[in-house]
T-cell receptor, first 116, second 113 residues
């Protein structure tokens, strides 16, 4: 069965510092990978996704993630964080591999806390 | 478009009571799902549907029922609430097999005492 592991439950960082949120997945087939963000008391919003093609994917607010097939990782990075990036971040994989099933398998979540 | 809507936002139940969490989407999406979110466990799939009249179980289906009589609505029923069902529940939808982005509702926070 597929699984997703987020290696850090909490990541505290100072404003304007770089950050990396780590995500590893287990799958023997091609996958679709996602990062979702959840701001306090809100639902989840899609941050970025990898489907195929370039292994580096970017979001509109400065985050990027790199798909590494050999290490089965999809780490999320941002070179300079803002206070407004404080949120919980979830890594997820489509359970049907590269065939969309409408079912996602989520990691445990990483709380990013940006300090002034 | 309102997107994915959920009602109620908050609910407190006593053990043994039943209730239905409502979910609706106005995007004509084929696939709909219910997840529960618990601290340190991420989101786990309860039930999902790939179209009207078609539902299937996810990872944690026990204690929950669903039906999908229309494309728009996907209610989640708790038949006899238990404290272990205290959680935040999210409904999500996606267009279908050719789409990969799921749209999430704002969530329902349920407490069972």
């Amino acid at each position: 069965a597929q699984s997703v592991t987020q290696l850090d439950s909490q990541v505290p960082v100072f404003e304007e510092a770089p950050v990396e949120l780590r995500c590893n997945y287990s799958s023997s087939v091609s996958v679709y990978l996602f990062w979702y963000v959840q701001y306090p008391n809100q639902g989840l919003q899609l941050l970025l996704k990898y489907l195929s093609g370039s292994t580096l994917v970017e979001s509109i607010n400065g985050f990027e993630a790199e798909f590494n097939k050999s290490q089965t990782s999809f780490h999320l990075r941002k070179p300079s964080v803002h206070i407004s990036d404080t949120a919980e971040y979830f890594c997820a994989v489509n359970s049907g591999g590269s065939s969309n099933t409408g079912k996602l398998i989520f990691g445990q979540g990483t709380t990013l806390q940006v300090k002034p | 478009n309102a997107g994915v809507t959920q009602t109620p936002k908050f609910q407190v139940l006593k053990t043994g009571q039943s209730m239905t969490l409502q979910c609706a989407q106005d995007m004509n999406h084929e696939y709909m799902s219910w997840y529960r979110q618990d601290p340190g466990m991420g989101l786990r799939l309860i039930h999902y549907s790939v179209g009207a009249g078609i539902t299937d179980q996810g990872e944690v289906p026990n204690g929950y029922n669903v039906s999908r009589s229309t494309t728009e609505d996907f209610p989640l029923r708790l038949l006899s609430a238990a404290p272990s069902q205290t959680s935040v529940y999210f409904c999500a939808s996606t267009m279908g097999r050719t789409s990969t982005e799921q749209y999430f509702g704002p969530g329902t926070r349920l407490t069972v005492t």
